[in-house]
Structure formats: structure tokens, C-alpha cells
């Protein structure tokens, strides 16, 4: 998800949980219970969006669920699935050295071995370790977010550096 920069995602409507207009939302953080501490989102759909207020917020399994102001049915609430969840970057937790936000990620080139591979397009979060996805014309690589294959990821720069094996290309 392309926005300007100002904001992060971390979550993505999924639909509406029960009559009064409480929003289902699919945390795409490590740590879902992170909605606690918040107290408005930014819902981004195309390149609107769109500032509210959390009225409520609870875990529900492996979800989140949200009471927004000014969101009080069903149809309301309907209206705003698929719908990104979005928050100013300064809000952000902050992160390790050798750890990237996805949005960061996304449109960097990728060098391998001194060429252009391609660019990242997406990274998948499959278990222990993501997976970034390089798309080159219409070659798509998918390749384990190592530090064996990728040497040097510099954000700033806009760039990374990678030493990935032909085998695992291949793949």
C-alpha cells in the first residue's frame, strides 16, 4: 500500500462484528495489542482518507475489534471494509537496526551480485521468516529475508544489495 509517506499500516478492515457498527480489523503488526495505546486511526481507501476517533477497541482470537466515532450500525460499518488502518509515523514502534517497515520496502531495487535483479513488489510474512517478492519485467522471485542472501538494506539510500544464489532463483 502506496500512501505519502506520513503513515504506516498496520491493519486492514475485514468486516463488521455484530449490529452496532464494531469493526473487524486484521492487525498486520507483531503485536496486535498495540491498538490499546492508540486513540484515532486513519482509514485510507484509494488515495482518501479518512481521521477517527477509537471509541473502543478489544482483542477478538486473532483479531482486533474497533468502535470508531461517528460509526454506530451496520451499514455504516460495512461501508468501511477493506479499508487500510493507518497511523502517523511517529507513533511507530521503534525498531531494531536490522528491521524495516513493509511500506519502506516496497519499490526498492535490488542488486544482486552488482545488477538489477528487479524490485521489491510485496513481502510475505510466512512464519519465521518473510519472504520478499522481486519482480523483474515478468520474471517474480521469491526469496527468504536472510542476511545470507541479502547483504545490505539501505532505506535512506534506496537501495538493496544481495548475493543471492542462482539455485535459489531458480526455484
Same mark, same amino acid.
Given at each position: 500500500? *502506496?500512501?505519502?509517506?506520513?503513515?504506516?499500516?498496520?491493519?486492514?478492515?475485514?468486516? &463488521? +462484528?455484530?449490529?452496532?457498527?464494531?469493526?473487524?480489523?486484521?492487525?498486520?503488526?507483531?503485536?496486535?495489542?498495540?491498538?490499546?495505546?492508540?486513540?484515532?486511526?486513519?482509514?485510507?481507501?484509494?488515495?482518501?482518507?479518512?481521521?477517527?476517533?477509537?471509541?473502543?477497541?478489544?482483542? +477478538?482470537?486473532?483479531?482486533?475489534?474497533?468502535?470508531?466515532?461517528?460509526?454506530?450500525?451496520?451499514?455504516? !460499518? *460495512? !461501508?468501511?471494509?477493506?479499508?487500510?488502518?493507518?497511523?502517523?509515523?511517529?507513533? #511507530?514502534? !521503534?525498531?531494531?537496526?536490522?528491521?524495516?517497515?513493509?511500506?519502506?520496502?516496497?519499490?526498492?531495487? /535490488?542488486?544482486?551480485?552488482?545488477?538489477?535483479?528487479?524490485?521489491?513488489?510485496?513481502?510475505?510474512? #510466512?512464519?519465521?521468516?518473510? /519472504?520478499?517478492?522481486?519482480? #523483474?519485467?515478468?520474471? &517474480?522471485?521469491?526469496?527468504? !529475508?536472510?542476511?545470507?542472501?541479502?547483504? *545490505?538494506?539501505? /532505506?535512506?539510500?534506496?537501495?538493496?544489495? #544481495?548475493?543471492?544464489?542462482?539455485?535459489?532463483?531458480?526455484?
Amino acid at each position: 500500500m *502506496e500512501n505519502n509517506n506520513r503513515l504506516i499500516i498496520i491493519g486492514r478492515i475485514l468486516g &463488521v +462484528h455484530g449490529i452496532k457498527g464494531e469493526l473487524k480489523v486484521l492487525p498486520l503488526t507483531d503485536d496486535p495489542g498495540r491498538f490499546y495505546d492508540l486513540d484515532a486511526i486513519t482509514l485510507i481507501h484509494d488515495k482518501t482518507e479518512t481521521d477517527y476517533k477509537i471509541t473502543n477497541c478489544r482483542l +477478538h482470537k486473532t483479531n482486533v475489534l474497533l468502535f470508531l466515532e461517528g460509526i454506530t450500525n451496520r451499514n455504516d !460499518a *460495512e !461501508a468501511l471494509t477493506g479499508r487500510e488502518v493507518g497511523i502517523p509515523k511517529e507513533l #511507530a514502534v !521503534a525498531l531494531a537496526e536490522d528491521e524495516f517497515f513493509i511500506e519502506d520496502l516496497l519499490g526498492l531495487p /535490488v542488486y544482486n551480485d552488482g545488477q538489477l535483479l528487479g524490485k521489491i513488489t510485496d513481502v510475505m510474512q #510466512a512464519g519465521g521468516v518473510d /519472504v520478499y517478492t522481486i519482480t #523483474a519485467g515478468k520474471k &517474480v522471485y521469491c526469496v527468504p !529475508a536472510r542476511k545470507l542472501y541479502f547483504t *545490505e538494506v539501505n /532505506v535512506k539510500a534506496g537501495r538493496i544489495d #544481495a548475493n543471492i544464489p542462482q539455485e535459489i532463483l531458480d526455484l
